[in-house]
């Protein structure tokens, strides 16, 4: 056992007024499964490159260990995979590359076939195997899921279920809850560490906030009770001093030093009041920091005139002489939440381009019903670039309410000034779903709308579906997702 200390870390970037970190301070056992979590552009990438010395901090960062990163970067995809590999860690043994492998049931034939002709999933189960022969090292594995069926990420789970000595980054909630045993979490104003998976944090924080929203309740009563109290004791007391040079009813000189006395006890007791209300209002203002803020979004689907929207009746598709999928029947009616399922290869993002009118090369019977309007997020953000205002008028949506929806998830202000090519992979993806929720459809279809989305935003998005109803098909190997939202899951 050894540990990693981080030491009043600070750090913005050039040019930037705010800083990511200030004053952050925890400590880290080696041996533990961290995993990471924050809304998304909070900064956990950021913390991995400055772990990895990549920018000057202020602070300190001591640790007997060395970090590595996931995912490494592939220079020559065209190479043979065991090339790959070599080039990454050329001082690996081979029988402890075929014992990871094998845990992660990868065939050793891959070995021998260019990196780029391997599936998304065999290239990342791939590069982890080739991260866990690092020896002496403390990895820093971001967001593995992305690209990975359902299959696959609960095999990677428990995969990493049997490791140890790494931060994971991932916002996949039942992936989390299956191989971490403390989580670190990059809140609004500092970073912590809880022992126990996800659940157990999320119901933490949960409780914390309701605490948090009580006492805030309770100060605030607690703080105007005081101000009128404070308020009624002064103007006694400014009563009573007038009434130092005058007369009694009866005529009598009043009592001069009784009556300045008693003034001086009311100004007293006024003080104190004031004390214990300005003690309340900073009691009040440590409260609150922390509490994400997930207001409710809106969608605007409409009807369509027939109940029935789409149907596939032995439906195979070809990529050439490739037979992607084969008689696949569903269809889709007026208010189901559709998952499509299925091992990556299986032809789901085929059938969702089949729907969405692109041309593909089939067999069978697909029908679709006319001026059948369809809002579609695809899986590629490549394409974003400019700024959300020029955006929102090419696409013909609403600017306030598409800006709106970005505020909701999250998008502080001054990301509206910044060119959407600058943006996160979560933050681009959210570009991505709130034009789908301005634009007036019929049926929704989102081909892995969640890939780089944080966790909060992904239960407001369940909250929304749940609420609204609109008819969805989806692709999303997020199991609690898929779980919460499908009324009928087609699995190919």
Request: glycine share 6%.
């Amino acid at each position: 056992m050894s540990l990693i200390n981080v030491t009043n870390l600070t750090f913005a970037y050039d040019g930037s007024y705010d800083n990511i970190f200030e004053n952050v301070s925890f400590q880290i056992d080696t041996n533990w499964r961290l995993g990471f979590t924050g809304r998304n552009g909070r900064g956990k990438t950021t913390f991995f490159n400055l772990l990895l010395g990549k920018y000057e901090y202020t602070g300190n960062t001591s640790a007997s260990v060395s970090f590595e990163y996931f995912p490494f970067h592939v220079v020559n995809k065209e190479n043979i995979t065991l090339d790959v590999i070599s080039d990454i860690f050329p001082d690996y043994l081979h029988w402890k590359l075929m014992r990871e492998l094998s845990l992660l049931e990868v065939s050793e034939d891959i070995l021998y076939r260019p990196f780029d002709s391997l599936s998304y999933g065999e290239q990342t189960k791939v590069l982890l195997a080739t991260l866990f022969l690092k020896e002496n090292s403390f990895l820093l594995i971001d967001e593995p899921t992305n690209h990975l069926d359902i299959n696959a990420r609960k095999l990677v789970s428990d995969y990493l279920d049997t490791k140890s000595g790494f931060i994971l980054v991932s916002h996949d909630r039942s992936f989390l809850d299956n191989c971490v045993d403390h989580i670190i979490s990059i809140n609004k104003t500092n970073i912590e560490i809880q022992k126990g998976n996800f659940s157990c944090w999320w119901e933490n924080k949960k409780r914390q906030d309701s605490f948090e929203l009580a006492e805030n309740a309770r100060l605030r009563k607690d703080i105007n009770r005081l101000k009128d109290s404070a308020k009624r004791t002064s103007d006694w007391s400014y009563e009573v001093e007038k009434t130092k040079n005058g007369t009694t009813n009866s005529g009598s000189k009043l009592d001069k030093g009784y009556v300045g006395h008693k003034a001086a006890k009311m100004m007293k007791r006024s003080k104190s009041i004031e004390n214990r209300q300005q003690s309340a209002i900073d009691e009040k203002s440590k409260l609150l920091k922390n509490i994400e803020h997930s207001d409710s979004l809106k969608i605007s689907q409409i009807t369509y005139h027939k109940n029935r929207l789409a149907e596939l009746e032995n439906v195979s598709i070809f990529y050439g002489d490739t037979m992607v999928c084969k008689d696949v029947s569903f269809t889709i009616e007026q208010g189901e939440r559709i998952a499509l399922i299925g091992k990556n290869g299986s032809g789901k993002t085929s059938i969702i381009k089949l729907i969405c009118g692109e041309d593909i090369n089939y067999t069978g019977i697909f029908r679709k019903g006319s001026q059948l309007k369809i809002s579609h997020v695809s899986q590629d953000t490549s394409h974003l670039q400019g700024n959300l205002t020029d955006y929102a008028v090419n696409n013909e949506i609403d600017e306030s309410l598409f800006k709106s929806i970005l505020r909701k998830l999250d998008f502080s202000r001054v990301q509206f000034e910044k060119d959407m090519s600058a943006f996160s992979g979560g933050q681009k993806k959210k570009v991505l779903i709130a034009k789908s929720l301005c634009e007036k459809a019929h049926l929704h279809i989102w081909d892995e709308p969640l890939n780089f989305i944080d966790i909060i935003s992904r239960m407001q998005i369940e909250e929304l579906l749940l609420e609204y109803s609109p008819t969805l098909l989806f692709v999303e190997h997020d199991r609690e997702f898929y779980k919460n939202i499908a009324t009928k899951i087609f699995e190919l």
